[in-house]
């Protein structure tokens, strides 16, 4: 039914904190070369989903199995966080930008390139007598920065220090950080968070050229719904921790429940469809 | 059995001890993040402040030994709360709002200073002092073994028991232990809200202060000798109590204390004197390794 | 316009004397108790001495200190405001800064036993500068690098110290046999202090590394069968050039008969400098590429924001670890050099204060900056050498020459970063 293959699969997800059921009784599934998006009120458990898949939490219950096309089935839940991103190559972008603030633009996207660098430096014994195979592999490093770079516009940009440019700016490098650890899923945590219509309208551009061109799949967390409708191939909607929706974008658009998590019981407008309101995010 | 009761009388008189210097710390360490390091030295100033207040009281000729008390008591506390608030004001509030590390130099500077300004000006000699409080119980004995409860010790755990009851009303119930609480929270918004920050924050450095200095004088009368490196000792194992304890938690930082005053007592008594010390970092080592957070520190959801 | 605003804000005299009054009535809190009372031992008890006159000298100048310092400062901040430069014209003098600079270091540190060669003293002082060069470039690794809090530094020193002299006296081996191991030695003892406490924060780390730092000394202090406790070990063989003793007489030969010189104690002094100013160099170079290197990047970002480092993939463990070895290692190194320039070590030579001073020339320095380094040794082993005339104020000079830079500058001295490497693209911008 679906033309595209299964990337993936969320099993029965949960995730307590004491008494609060942060994730409760999660599945859905994510497609490669396709844009998931998850919405939800603010509260509703989408970052601590991310947290669980990245290995930053260790969920309670449920399982997150990764189909990767090279290395067979990975259950991420069971994965450090260091381990998700180099083995699984899942790779996140955090709500609250965090980039390294002292180096450079281009330093940032070389850090991200570490353990490809770091075994071409032979654990650094290749790399201080300066052998021509880790000189290689640290071109050909710089080489993926740039072109990462350029292609986010940030090539003007690459040896500012990063914790001086303007917030919009700091979003597009921690994108542009991540592709260069070579994903195969690509997790943004509200990466319009902040933008201005004009960066945010770019924004759109950049996911659907990365689905496109390079055949990634990204999991997105947004609140600008602009950026969700316009992008998202399928959005899960969560509150509460549950999920209470799942669907195309026109789908969500007029599904009652979502209606209800974001507007309230009565709150409907005369032809049925919701207008998302652009939440303001602290 | 005798042997383990004295020393649980000797572990917790020292215990108290350390419990008041690292309440100090805590405070220090909840409301502005960083290690005073000078707050053993601090102590240090109120043990020196107090045999000077002794010594005066003796040539005055005052024999009242609850009145004695009293005086240097209230006497050494105003000083050395004078120089908790002076430490602040000087080395760290400059510094408020930098590097992580700038303020902890400063105040390895702070403890390096006060330690040679008490060596200069008063002597780099120990300092005895004629017994205070002489005699105690003697509470049982066993196969010839006496338990002995000094005046002192009596003295030490009664104080502290009421210091800490008045302190936790001051903490819980007052308005300056409300916007202590609040800054330790978020200085930002209390200050939004109309708190004077700077002023909540030298306060709670003179309280700590004052803490130390009841804690100098006490030991001032336990041991009888004074010298101006026992701030040092004092002030890594104090730190080492509140960590222990879970930093930032004031029931932990006195219950650090207890445990490390009893871990050394025990060990000291049962094993070898000389490793004392090293059991009790060893002991803060592995308790860090199984509860980062400290015993009863809040364990930190780290925030991703 | 600023000018008028200033003027406005400038306090008034009346205001200025209250400031200074109210300084002074603090300054006779703190002095009472210290200054104007003190306690003197008179025929086996103690007596109350009164030096009220001192007292009052030191509360007259904190009143005059202070109305003269608020008054320069405001006059100070007042011509900032007025004659504000350029933007951007600072940041430029500023990168041109280092570089002559560390080349300049360089060349005086090559020539200076050649320059003052019948000055002992000044060449035993920069040997001791260079010491504590090289045991700050070990640990900027850990704490400017890595960002890594260490308070207990100095075990890793006096591991690579005892190493030595041990291996030294009993077994016979050679400087240049024990070094590596030493530092092999003292890279596994930052392993196994990093092991279990790398996950812990910043600032428990601090505490732990502290505690360890104690737990060494206690232990060197009363281990007495291997260490030779509070007495130290005395008679540790000096190191030798190339095999070449520097020793009087015939018999063997020395330094002095292969080279056909007369001997002179000398010899050894410029020997020992010369190879702590090589071992530093090569700490210094080893640092600098490694920090230029995956490693190096990784200690940075790791400093930065360990989460994100996570995040893109890198086992922040392992980075932590390797940073700790190896600050270990340098460490062991330089208590290598220690042991053997000295002949002689006893625990009292790694108390936490040697940790402390440690720290602080990182810190000074600006975290990071291996010059910066350079110029916080110079400070603070100077500072003291300079005070030798009022040898009891030295230390407190010390401590409050510690507040006051941080204060001045808390960011130390040079806290500017150079990046490990740069984008020269085809707008051929350098």
């Not at chain 1, 789908?251 to 049925?272: F, M, S, T």
């Not at chain 2, 045999?51 to 003796?58: G, K």
């Not at chain 2, 030991?219 to 879970?246: C, P």
């Not at chain 3, 220690?338 to 006893?346: P, V």
């Amino acid at each position: 039914m679906n033309p595209y293959r299964l990337l993936l699969h969320v099993d029965r997800l949960s995730m307590r904190f004491g008494g609060l059921m942060a994730i409760d009784d999660l599945s859905f599934d994510v497609h490669a070369g396709r844009i998931t998006a998850v919405i939800g009120p603010n509260g509703a458990g989408k970052t601590t989903f991310f947290n669980c898949l990245t290995g930053f939490y260790r969920p309670t219950a449920g399982r997150v199995c990764l189909h990767h096309p090279q290395r067979g089935v990975l259950d991420l839940e069971t994965l450090e966080s260091h381990q998700v991103a180099s083995q699984a190559q899942v790779v996140r972008t955090f709500q609250n930008v965090r980039l390294f603030p002292k180096m450079t633009v281009l330093e940032n996207l070389i850090v991200a390139q570490h353990n490809r660098l770091q075994q071409a430096s032979r654990f650094s014994l290749a790399g201080l007598i300066g052998l021509p195979g880790y000189r290689r592999a640290e071109a050909q490093a710089i080489e993926v920065a740039v072109d990462r770079l350029k292609r986010l516009n940030l090539i003007e940009r690459a040896d500012s220090v990063a914790g001086d440019l303007p917030y919009g700016m700091q979003r597009r490098i921690e994108i542009a950080r991540a592709l260069c650890v070579d994903p195969i899923l690509l997790c943004l945590d509200e990466p319009a968070a902040g933008l201005n219509p004009r960066e945010s309208a770019e924004l759109n551009e950049l996911l659907q050229s990365l689905v496109r061109d390079e055949g990634l799949a990204i999991l997105l967390i947004e609140h600008d719904m602009n950026v969700v409708m316009n992008v998202s191939d399928h959005i899960c909607v969560l509150n509460y921790g549950r999920k209470i929706a799942e669907g195309s974008p026109a789908e969500i658009r007029n599904n009652p429940h979502v209606i209800k998590a974001y507007l309230g019981e009565e709150e409907e407008d005369e032809d049925g469809a919701m207008k998302f309101p652009a939440e303001s995010v602290p | 059995m005798a042997l383990a009761l004295q020393q649980l009388i000797n572990g917790l008189t020292l215990g108290a001890v350390y419990g008041l210097i690292a309440i100090g710390y805590t405070m220090v360490y909840g409301i502005i993040g960083m290690i005073n390091f000078a707050h053993g030295d601090i102590y240090m100033v109120s043990a020196f402040i107090a045999v000077t207040a002794f010594t005066l009281l003796a040539s005055l000729g005052i024999s009242s030994v609850p009145l004695a008390l009293l005086t240097v008591l209230v006497m050494s506390v105003l000083f050395t709360s004078v120089y908790g608030w002076a430490v602040e004001r000087t080395a760290y509030r400059p510094l408020r709002g930098s590097t992580r590390l700038a303020p902890l130099i400063s105040a390895i500077g702070m403890s390096i200073f006060l330690q040679n300004m008490v060596q200069l000006t008063q002597g780099a000699r120990v300092k005895p002092i004629p017994p205070v409080l002489v005699g105690g119980f003697d509470l049982l004995t066993v196969d010839g073994f006496t338990v002995h409860l000094a005046y002192s010790q009596l003295l030490i755990i009664v104080v502290t028991v009421a210091l800490m009851t008045a302190f936790s009303y001051v903490i819980g119930r007052t308005s300056f232990g409300r916007q202590q609480r609040a800054c330790e929270q978020d200085r930002t918004m209390t200050a939004l809200l109309g708190i004077n920050v700077d002023r909540t924050i030298s306060l709670t450095f003179m309280l700590g202060a004052m803490l130390a200095a009841v804690a100098g004088v006490l030991v001032t009368v336990y041991y009888g000798v004074v010298d101006f490196y026992i701030g040092f000792v004092a002030g890594i194992k104090a730190f080492t109590a509140a960590v222990l304890g879970g930093i930032g938690s004031l029931p932990g930082a006195m219950l650090g204390g207890l445990l490390i005053g009893l871990i050394e007592a025990f060990w000291a008594a049962y094993l070898s004197p000389e490793y004392k010390d090293v059991a009790t970092f060893s002991i803060l080592i592995l308790v860090l390794m199984f509860r980062p957070s400290g015993l009863l520190g809040r364990p930190e959801v780290e925030k991703v | 316009m600023p000018v008028v605003v200033l003027a406005h804000q400038a306090p008034s005299a009346k205001e200025r004397l209250r400031d200074a009054a109210a300084v002074a009535f603090v300054a006779l809190l703190l002095g009472i108790p210290m200054l104007g009372l003190t306690t003197v031992d008179q025929g086996g008890a103690l007596h109350v001495a009164t030096r009220w006159p001192v007292l009052g000298l030191f509360v007259a100048l904190c009143f005059a200190g202070r109305l003269l310092a608020r008054f320069g400062l405001d006059r100070l901040q007042l011509a900032r405001r007025v004659q504000r430069p350029a933007v951007g014209a600072p940041a430029r003098r500023y990168r041109a800064l280092p570089s002559w600079l560390g080349w300049g270091c360089f060349g005086i540190a090559l020539v200076l036993p050649i320059v003052f060669s019948d000055n002992r003293y000044i060449v035993d002082t920069a040997t001791t500068v260079l010491i504590y060069v090289m045991l700050g470039w070990g640990l900027n690794v850990v704490v400017g690098l890595a960002g890594l809090l260490v308070l207990g530094y100095v075990a890793f020193y006096a591991v690579g110290a005892y190493c030595y002299a041990l291996l030294a006296t009993q077994y016979g081996w050679g400087f240049w046999q024990a070094l590596p191991l030493a530092g092999g030695l003292a890279a596994g003892f930052g392993l196994l202090l990093g092991w279990p406490t790398l996950r812990l924060r910043g600032d428990y780390l601090a505490i732990v590394t502290l505690g360890f730092g104690e737990i060494v000394r206690i232990i060197l202090v009363n281990w007495t069968d291997l260490s030779n406790g509070p007495n130290g070990i005395a008679s540790i063989p000096r190191p030798t050039f190339f095999g070449l003793p520097f020793k009087p007489g015939d018999d063997g030969t020395t330094f002095a008969s292969f080279f056909g010189l007369e001997f002179s104690p000398l010899h050894r002094i410029f020997f020992l400098y010369y190879l702590i100013l090589a071992l530093a160099m090569l700490t210094n170079l080893f640092v600098s590429r490694l920090r230029k290197l995956p490693i190096g990047r990784a200690w940075e970002a790791v400093r930065e924001d360990d989460i994100a480092c996570q995040a893109l993939g890198i086992n922040i463990t392992n980075v932590k670890l390797s940073a700790f070895a190896i600050g270990a290692m340098l460490g062991g190194c330089a208590g290598v050099f220690f042991a053997a320039r000295q002949g002689f070590i006893s625990p009292e030579s790694f108390t936490f204060n040697e940790s402390a001073i440690i720290l602080a020339i990182v810190v000074l320095g600006g975290m990071g900056s291996q010059l910066g380094v350079v110029l916080a040794s110079l400070v603070l082993v100077l500072l003291p050498e300079l005070g030798r005339d009022f040898a009891e104020y030295r230390m407190l000079l010390f401590g409050a020459a510690m507040i006051l830079i941080m204060i001045w500058k808390p960011g130390g001295i040079l806290s500017h970063r150079e990046p490990t490497l740069r984008y020269r693209g085809e707008s051929g911008s350098p």
